[in-house]
């Protein structure tokens, strides 16, 4: 009873772990646990801080600067105490004249060792002078405005909104190829579930072939060597059969991966179990302008050319005058303002600064020249990219009406090919037809429904491969 419990528990859970799942689902999958995307989805993000970084250059900016220095010494303006003349007025002159000694007996200044000597003086002491810079320190609060940069300011803005935009095109291009890449896995799985369903038809009529011929040889009316033809076909077959299976198991593996999911994930396809898909030749008509309205890489062409142009304009602003206001609240200690006491002493000031490049010998003007040739060869590569779309769209709608020509050939060939099986083992039973005609039916209708299952899913999948390179792909 216990082992009954344990075998049906695991079945339950073998059960319930092979969910069905359909094509919409695994794209799903896929988009939430792609890492190339998520990436892309974080590019974007990253786009929208650098347009805001872009847009606040417009408003002004603060900046508070702040330092501290220790001196060993202190600083003197005098070297010693120094000794200054003093003048007094004179009335008689209506001037100032120096205080010196006179000699009574010539009435002159008195000179000693060619100076001439004050009556008095005004002592400047070397200690007044003398100041504590031991703890210097110092701040400023700076706000800045920029009135004209040349036109840098304007054209980063454009270029970081062109680039976010541009980011946003790069990842809906990574989401067209990553539900393509699912797409054809997906199909790959449904493709290789029908040839495992037609290897095993084909090896239970192999097998019924070989039971009939062993029982004809015990009858006398086959020989041994009819046997051993129709064994080497069954084993031939059990081995197409084993591939096959082998090649289900490792494209359910490659599924599960590309959907983010364990590569041991039991799936079951809502599509794999259909005799055949609903396909309808679809008409191909296309515009190229709307195509390319619709095409993401295009778009992202067709942007980073305009970024490119906007890389002009930033490379010309190096010529222009730059022109910005400032003003500064700013702190010293010792109070450079007042005596150098030791305690804070501030001031406000307002200015404007205008740098003017004058002559660089031409390598401003060259660097926008370089600009201009790296905006051409964008415009160059977004021609040459549409060229090749065109091609692209014509050798896809091609590729198209030749696989549903090719489908509907194969169903033609496979009706043939179960009437000649019929055929022929009907005239193997009457005696009127040989082994060999039975097995060589056989062969031919298992070609008929390998190429007829090929067929169907090479529509399946040009007629997705058309809509992308159209811009149709609906997800």
């Known amino acids: 009873m216990r082992n009954i419990f344990v075998i049906a528990f695991c079945a339950i859970s073998v059960l319930a772990s092979a969910q069905v799942v359909t094509l919409d689902s695994c794209r799903n999958m896929a988009l939430r646990n792609n ?9 974007i993000e990253k ?5 805001k970084e872009a847009a606040a250059a417009y408003l002004p900016q603060f900046d508070l600067t702040a330092g501290y220095i ?17 003048k007094s007025f004179n009335p008689q002159t209506g001037a100032y004249d120096f205080n010196l000694l006179i000699d009574p007996a010539t009435g002159y200044p008195v ?11 005004a002592l400047l002491p070397k200690s007044g002078l003398t100041y504590n810079i031991h703890n210097l320190m110092g701040g400023a609060l700076t706000v800045t405005q920029p009135i004209y940069m040349g036109g840098k300011i304007t054209a980063m803005n454009q270029i970081t909104e062109l680039a976010q935009q541009l980011s946003r095109e790069m990842r809906e291009s990574k989401v067209e190829d990553v539900i393509y890449s699912v797409d054809a896995a997906y199909w790959q799985v449904v493709s290789l579930c029908a040839k495992q369903k037609l290897a095993r038809s084909y090896v239970d009529l192999v097998q019924r072939l070989d039971n009939d011929v062993r029982i004809m040889v015990e009858e006398g009316v086959a020989t041994r060597a009819n046997q051993l033809s129709v064994d080497v076909k069954l084993n031939e077959a059990n081995v197409d059969l084993t591939k096959v299976d082998n090649g289900v198991t490792l494209s359910r593996m490659l599924l599960a991966q590309l959907c983010g999911l364990p590569v041991n994930t039991m799936m079951t396809l809502a599509d794999e179990g259909r005799d055949e ?21 295009v778009r992202s062409l067709e942007l980073a050319t305009k970024i490119y142009d906007q890389q002009v304009k930033v490379a010309r602003s190096e010529m222009m005058p730059k022109l910005a206001a400032v003003a500064a609240l700013h702190a010293t200690n010792p109070n450079s303002y007042d005596g150098f006491e030791n305690r804070f002493g501030a001031a406000f000031s307002v200015g404007a600064t205008l740098r003017v490049p004058l002559w660089h010998w031409g390598g401003l003007s060259n660097k926008v020249k370089a600009a201009k040739v790296d905006a051409s060869v964008k415009r160059l590569e977004l021609d040459d ?5 065109a091609l692209q769209i014509s050798q896809a709608a091609f590729r198209y009406q030749e696989a549903f020509k090719t489908f509907d050939a194969t169903k033609a060939n496979l009706a043939q090919a179960d009437e000649n099986l019929r055929i022929a083992n009907v005239a193997f039973k009457e005696g009127m037809g040989t082994l060999d005609e039975v097995i060589a039916a056989q062969t031919a209708w298992l070609k008929a429904n390998s190429e007829k299952i090929d067929a169907e899913i090479n529509v399946q ?15």
Do not use: C, W
């Open 385 to 389: 990219a549409k060229e090749k779309i």
């Open 35 to 43: 890492k190339e995307i998520q990436q892309a989805t974080l590019g």
């Open 111 to 121: 000179q000693v060792d060619g100076q001439y000597v004050p009556t008095t003086v």
């Open 277 to 297: 898909l609903d396909l309808k030749l679809a008409p191909s008509n296309y515009n190229l302008d709307e195509v390319f309205d619709k095409r993401h890489d």
């Open 70 to 86: 220790y001196n060993s010494r202190k600083v003197s303006l005098i070297k010693e105490d120094q000794m200054l003349p003093t």
């Open 47 to 51: 786009a929208g801080y650098q347009r």
């Open 461 to 475: 999948m040009t007629r997705e491969y058309l809509d992308k390179v159209m811009g149709n792909m609906n997800y």
